[in-house]
């Protein structure tokens, strides 16, 4: 069993409990506040990328030396856009990353997954054929791992019986998955995963990270438009599972952050090489949408013995990125 790794104490989550009301107050007038769901930093020569589901017609790019002002791209400004890759509506979760000396995007449209490809961090990403990864069901929040023996995965929800969480090796190229290599990890129950009950229970937003030899896969459950949306985390010795889900979990939720709707972010370094994780909540105590970003810090914690290092969450350095209006 893991060791149940909580990142405050208990006075720490009263006194959070009890003040949530005047943080959310805060968060709204917050001046140039970022309205980004399912965001993703990316760092690259000094300089960090910001994306996320915001646009019908593709996907901005915001940048940031400092990871609190952002500026922001004229309106017709896209890093990818609808018509030059694949995709008509619905763009989500978009992912950025280095691949032989060519920048990548990952991303939902269409309730399929694409890759798309660039230059530059900044776009444009494109495609040669409009054309998305062949399934054959819905998939979206699509994740791509590069593990050390350089196999390369890709981590996705499947919506069939509910959004669920599976894994498949790519090919080479990263345009297509190995069908026979795909596998089911993580399925909401019940608990903290379902608060309401529901029968298509959510699992989603999948991010993953190696240490210490193992996998340790991070998920968002709830639907997102619950004030119970909360990340947590299972851990396995394989890409391909079997996963232990955490009894620790989740590590974020409104309980230990204050805000509702917590979830669907990523993990990246900062330029100290410190962790953290981005992700969103709702816009208020009363109102989902637009979802506003927030960056908060967290690192593996040393277990004892032959436990798992769990993941900690530090909560006294959540912060909201702001965006230069003025452009």
Avoid at 1 to 24: D, F, G, H, N, T
Avoid at 244 to 261: F, Q, V, W
Wanted: proline share 6%; hydrophobic share 35%.
């Amino acid at each position: 069993m893991y060791k149940i790794i909580l990142s405050v104490s208990i006075l720490l989550l009263c006194l959070l409990s009890c003040r949530r009301p005047a943080q959310e107050q805060a968060a709204e007038n917050i001046p140039g506040s970022l309205f980004l769901a399912d965001p993703a930093v990316f760092l690259d020569n000094g300089i960090y990328y910001l994306y996320g589901t915001n646009s019908p017609e593709g996907f901005r790019v915001y940048t940031s030396a400092d990871l609190i002002h952002w500026s922001v791209p004229a309106q017709d400004s896209l890093a990818l856009r609808k018509g030059e890759s694949y995709g008509e509506v619905g763009f989500w979760a978009p992912q950025v990353f280095r691949y032989n000396e060519q920048y990548y995007m990952a991303y939902t449209a269409n309730e399929h997954i694409a890759i798309a490809v660039s230059n530059h961090p900044a776009g444009p990403f494109r495609q040669n054929t409009l054309a998305p990864i062949e399934a054959p069901t819905r998939q979206i929040d699509p994740y791509v791992f590069f593990d050390d023996d350089g196999k390369v995965y890709l981590y996705h929800v499947r919506l069939a019986n509910g959004n669920r969480i599976f894994v498949a090796e790519m090919t080479a190229d990263l345009m297509a998955i190995k069908e026979e290599t795909v596998k089911e990890c993580i399925v909401a129950t019940g608990g903290w995963e379902n608060t309401q009950h529901t029968d298509w229970t959510v699992a989603e937003g999948p991010t993953v990270l190696k240490h210490n030899g193992l996998y340790y896969l991070f998920y968002s459950a709830n639907d997102f438009r619950n004030i119970d949306y909360a990340v947590g985390y299972a851990v396995a010795h394989s890409p391909y599972g079997p996963w232990e889900k955490a009894p620790g979990s989740p590590i974020i939720s409104r309980h230990l952050i204050g805000y509702n709707g917590t979830g669907h972010g990523d993990f990246f370094l900062d330029k100290n090489g410190d962790r953290k994780y981005v992700f969103h909540i709702h816009y208020s105590g009363t109102t989902v949408s637009p979802r506003r970003t927030a960056i908060i810090s967290a690192d593996f914690l040393p277990a004892r013995g032959q436990e798992p290092d769990g993941m900690q969450i530090d909560t006294k350095t959540l912060f909201f990125p702001q965006a230069n209006e003025k452009d």
